[in-house]
């Protein structure tokens, strides 16, 4: 016994030492690979560019309507197309459609009062302690044109569930439990209380997304990558590359139906999307912003029909009084979703709800702040080169005034990260814009920069599909007096020509890193195309408002707006 206990005494501290050794490696590993991984502090960065891989295509066509993928596999009246939306901390949108969608000429509209719209939901698998009930609808899709066919969709259920506990998980399932037709069992887990010290696990960043080979790539990858939310800037199914009669979808509408009376859509592409991301958006919640896209005309001038009937998002939750811009919260991160195909004049109803949720936000409580749209502002390709340029002249001087940290947009169907910007000059406290509208659509990757010879727009070039036209000649800088600069402008630090998304990670209240995957990158374990972390530097840019004048109080001692030879690829 005695013999033992000596044994005891002499294995046990090598035990802790080969513990302590193990632990010490682990950190030491993580310390040096950390290390590697740039920040925003070491910037501005040297200009990269990567262009498209010679052996990659630079698209690929839409799945079939019959591809296992999108066919509808539930009888009538059983749910299909689930998916969650974050609704505020404690609550999550539920969202699911029924019966059969009609394509034709003369058609009827389904009624949603014939199916319920319920979900049964609990803490443990099985044993569904709550139930919700919420409303149901249709639209249709209607085209005063001969030989176009109309749309009427199945019906669309909507149920809010509340008083969910932070960071739990929930099993639900959804339906009408009087038929009955209900949902398999599924899972999601809420996000923590908003905090300065909890953040999601990860947040997936995708755009330009479409229903094509490549789509299935960029979704195939993001699962591996396992988020927690996705934020998705626009251009979802690209339900109108096709004429009404389906068949296959087209790179350039315009191109393939130049006789079109007008922008035609193919609204089961809308269901088949549905059925594509359910597995996906059945767990994870999935916040959407509008894209042109989505904007589809029919008869009477009206536009957005599907977007505004099939998303649930927290727009009444955050105060606004349209689902084309609201705002929310994950965790400790305060989120903006703005609308660039409604109204953004700073006079407009837009405008002001934003200044009014901009002033609600507590930095203590909610730390980062993140904005979203669908085209960008900032951007070095020749494609939508600076098409929206009125709403960043309407709206960048508040979105810098109230310190927002990082802005996603798409519409361009590549990557780019800027450097910190404001106002087309290298700034310390501007945000870190990133394009990622390169999901995988139908349009093709964008191969051509601005700055490439003979590839620069004409001021004539580029006219958005909603608002005015404010292209500028640079007035300052090495491209004064020029549309284009001759060389990949300094505001832009890394772009390449390649399909993917992105995953962001906010460590704590000051860090976050992000992660540009591309889609080849999946082949390869720890490849990934762009990786830095964002550091936020509320010393470095505390701020002092008066009426109509911002100041802003900078450390210039240790501010570097010179170019450094470091490269984030």
């Avoid at 000596?6 to 046990?12: G, L, M």
């Avoid at 404001?422 to 700034?427: G, W």
Wanted: net charge negative; with cysteine.
């Amino acid at each position: 016994m005695t013999t033992n206990n000596n044994q005891e005494k002499i294995v046990t501290p090598m035990k802790d030492f080969k513990l302590w050794m193990i632990t010490f490696l682990i950190i030491a590993k993580m310390v040096v690979t950390e290390s590697q991984i740039p920040t925003t502090l070491d910037g501005p960065f040297k200009p990269v560019t990567l262009r498209l891989d010679p052996s990659l295509r630079k698209g690929s066509s839409d799945l079939p309507m019959d591809d296992p993928r999108i066919k509808r596999n539930v009888t009538s009246n059983f749910p299909e197309q689930i998916a969650l939306a974050i609704s505020s901390p404690t609550s999550v949108w539920v969202s699911w459609v029924t019966g059969d969608a009609q394509v034709g000429s003369n058609l009827t509209e389904l009624d949603p009062s014939s199916v319920l719209s319920e979900v049964w939901y609990g803490k443990e698998s099985g044993k569904y302690t709550s139930v919700a009930k919420g409303v149901s609808t249709v639209y249709s899709q209607l085209y005063p044109f001969k030989g176009l066919l109309n749309y009427t969709s199945g019906i669309i259920h909507h149920v809010r569930l509340k008083g969910l506990q932070p960071k739990t998980k929930y099993y639900y399932k959804c339906g009408d439990s009087s038929i009955p037709a209900m949902s398999g069992e599924n899972v999601f887990e809420t996000f923590p209380t908003p905090s300065p010290n909890s953040y999601p696990h990860r947040i997936a960043v995708i755009g330009d997304l479409g229903l094509t080979s490549n789509t299935t790539t960029t979704i195939d990858h993001l699962i591996q990558n396992d988020p927690s939310m996705i934020l998705m800037v626009g251009d979802l199914s690209y339900a109108n590359q096709y004429q009404t009669t389906g068949g296959k979808g087209v790179p350039c509408f315009s191109c393939a139906f130049p006789d079109a009376p007008i922008r035609e859509t193919y609204q089961p592409r809308w269901d088949a999307w549905g059925r594509f991301m359910e597995p996906l958006t059945s767990r994870v919640p999935m916040m959407v912003i509008e894209g042109n896209h989505e904007i589809e005309p029919q008869v009477s001038g009206i536009t957005f029909k599907s977007y505004l009937t099939r998303f649930a998002v927290p727009s009444a939750e955050s105060g606004s009084k349209s689902n084309l811009y609201y705002s929310f919260n994950a965790g400790g991160v305060h989120f903006i979703m703005l609308g660039a195909y409604v109204d953004y004049n700073s006079t407009g109803a837009q405008y002001s709800w934003l200044k009014k949720d901009l002033d609600l936000v507590d930095r203590t409580v909610t730390p980062w702040l993140v904005a979203a749209w669908h085209p960008p502002w900032y951007n070095s390709y020749s494609s939508h080169y600076q098409e929206f340029e009125c709403m960043r002249q309407e709206m960048e001087a508040i979105l810098y005034q109230y310190g927002v940290d990082i802005i996603f947009s798409g519409h361009v169907h590549a990557y780019e990260r800027m450097n910190r910007v404001y106002n087309y000059t290298l700034d310390p406290c501007g945000p870190v814009y990133i394009i990622v509208g390169d999901g995988g659509n139908i349009e093709q990757v964008d191969v051509d920069f601005a700055d490439d010879p003979g590839k620069c727009p004409s001021a004539g070039d580029n006219p958005p599909e909603f608002g005015g036209v404010c292209h500028l000649n640079f007035s300052s800088g090495p491209a004064k007096g020029q549309f284009c600069w001759n060389r990949q402008p300094d505001w832009s630090a890394y772009r390449e020509s390649s399909f993917g998304h992105g995953i962001l990670e906010v460590v704590n209240s000051t860090y976050a890193l992000w992660t540009w995957h591309r889609n080849q990158d999946v082949y390869n374990e720890d490849s990934h195309g762009d990786q830095i972390y964002i550091v936020r530097q509320p010393e470095l840019c505390s701020k002092t408002l008066k009426p109509n004048i911002l100041h802003w109080e900078r450390d210039t001692s240790t501010m570097n707006l010179s170019a450094t030879s470091k490269k984030c690829h």
